[in-house]
């Protein structure tokens, strides 16, 4: 029987709650598909950074590196630690180390579920770049504390980053319904997103079964909400994409359904699954988080290990719960209500 | 009487046909308001450009310098000349020249008008940084074509800049509903947000009376979509602006009912009216453009001028017209019908 190694890394707040939710269906599917999930937790969070000074200990990757996949719930407790060093601690240097350049989200209603908008028939994937752009880290301050203090940020694009995620793109839209959109904002930053649009214009001949459209960031966030079935695949940079998934996130009916996977196509390191929602401390423990989007999480996690059929039991298991109304009003159901009914939908 | 010397820049496609929308109304308004109106009418444009090699003259921001106020409709035509030449031929240059680094956009839904959200109960009022920033220009390329190029972005934001526009919000809060969001991604771009975020902080012990909350751009766009009744006054940089009141626009109906000014508080050279949507080359000189948002920031030209009383009527003529059904559904009702509506309603 193939057996899976996974690293769990609940992290902080919420983060717990929702990894034992997304591991009890995990475990449970394995028992009934064949092949086993083997499970190492580590402590690595605010509270770990609290006693050990740093969000994990310096072999942290190292130790990553030899697990098939890694299931994260949630980082962060800026009342604990200040986000830019919790994150830059732990899911940053992750996503970075182990080359998951491309971060993918899915953005469609769950059955039961009523969104903010009136639309309803959207189905969209977002694949955000995850290594480079503009959350590169490069930048400055000068003068501080005086009136010419100026401080400088650097977006940082290269053609292996920006190639590697547009073909990764173009892949999921052949795969999809043929259709790409392409996110910059190149009439006012001319020389990134410029860079962007010329290497979409050059890989799209080598998709001519892709349709690829440029869109510019403002008009791609107006048109998530006022035309949203008009979308299949959306690929966008590390900053763009991370806005667009939260506004995904907002028109799926909120941050508790929306699910994520951090991918190493290339398979040279494990890949990360995630929920798009943060540690959310202040309710932290209480039992009432959602845990639909780190199941659905754990559902792409067993895609990308290749038990398909498991990864679809569990979205069927899913949608059998919210379209039984349980989990698909935010606050109304407890976690281990919601748990329940996904395991009891498996069968 | 009070005569105000206006220039007018219909500049390119459906940009025409609103601005002559707009000035019927503010003619008609300014005859029965005590004060009159004179327009110059420049033809800058991709047009000009394409006669003329330049967007406007060599001394086109002089020409502007001693008018009241500019009125423009929009820029660019990417067939006929690329955006990135036009719009930093003629629009971006009069936003920095004139230093017009508030850049306000009103969110909310006119009466009669259905927006795609469920949710209605909204005011929001967007004020974006319009001078440096993510779209400081400044950057380059390495290694052109070969594998190992390289394209950089850096945004550059000032301790004077960022003060002003900061100010700039929280007086705009202060004269509303007392309650400033600001808008950073401090988690990911640790100078330049970090850089906003302190100054938010340092300023807000000036405005005890203003309630001042830090958002992330992410989690502030999903806002808008799932609470944007929570919101008041927003305040954010060039790009994360840009972005929310497009945003803003859609969540208010389209971009035909978004009203946009660019303001130099200081009142050291003239500030701009303009809607916040493009030139629709698909649609120019059919007659079929929403001319709405043309005219109610020409209602912000005649606030900005202190005709406050003949701003009201023209928002007043405005909402009659909306309520009545015209111009309330995109796409339904024909310029002049809508221009007519709103004249006929000024009384
Ligand atoms: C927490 C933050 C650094 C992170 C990001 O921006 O990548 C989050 O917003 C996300 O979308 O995964
Ligand atoms: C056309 C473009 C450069 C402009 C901007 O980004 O400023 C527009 O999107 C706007 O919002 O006014």
Request: aromatic letters at 8%.
């Amino acid at each position: 029987m193939k057996t899976y190694r996974i690293a769990l890394l609940p992290g902080d707040g919420i983060g717990r709650d929702v990894t034992d939710a997304a591991w009890a269906v995990l475990e449970k599917t394995a028992g009934s598909g064949g092949f086993s999930l083997e499970a190492t937790r580590y402590p690595w969070s605010c509270d770990y950074y609290l006693e050990n000074g740093s969000m994990m200990p310096a072999d942290g990757i190292e130790t990553l590196k030899s697990f098939d996949a890694i299931l994260l719930g949630a980082v962060g407790w800026p009342r604990k630690v200040p986000d830019s060093v919790s994150l830059h601690g732990l899911l940053l240097p992750i996503r970075k180390a182990f080359v998951q350049y491309a971060n993918i989200r899915p953005h469609r209603l769950l059955p039961g579920v009523q969104g903010p908008l009136r639309s309803d028939g959207f189905d969209i994937l977002c694949i955000r770049e995850n290594t480079e752009g503009e959350y590169s880290g490069a930048g400055g301050r000068i003068h501080q504390g005086a009136d010419n203090e100026v401080a400088i940020e650097t977006a940082i694009f290269t053609r292996k980053g920006v190639e590697r995620i547009l073909r990764f793109g173009f892949e999921q839209a052949r795969a999809r319904r043929g259709k790409l959109a392409s996110v910059t904002k190149s009439n006012a930053q001319k020389y990134s997103m410029v860079f962007w649009d010329e290497i979409t214009h050059g890989l799209s001949a080598e998709y001519p079964d892709v349709e690829v459209t440029s869109y510019h960031i403002d008009a791609m966030a107006a048109r998530m909400v006022m035309a949203p079935e008009s979308l299949d695949v959306v690929a966008a940079s590390n900053l763009f994409g991370d806005i667009l998934t939260d506004l995904g996130a907002a028109i799926q009916g909120g941050l508790g359904f929306a699910a994520s996977a951090n991918i190493n196509p290339d398979r040279s390191a494990p890949s990360m699954f995630e929920p798009v929602h943060g540690s959310a401390p202040d309710i932290a423990h209480l039992g009432i988080a959602n845990p639909i989007a780190a199941i659905w999480s754990g559902a792409m996690m067993l895609e990308h290990l290749g038990e398909t059929a498991a990864a679809e039991k569990v979205m069927d298991a899913i949608e059998t719960t919210t379209a039984r109304g349980v989990g698909a009003i935010p606050g109304k159901d407890r976690t281990d209500a919601i748990t329940a009914s996904v395991l009891s939908a498996l069968g």
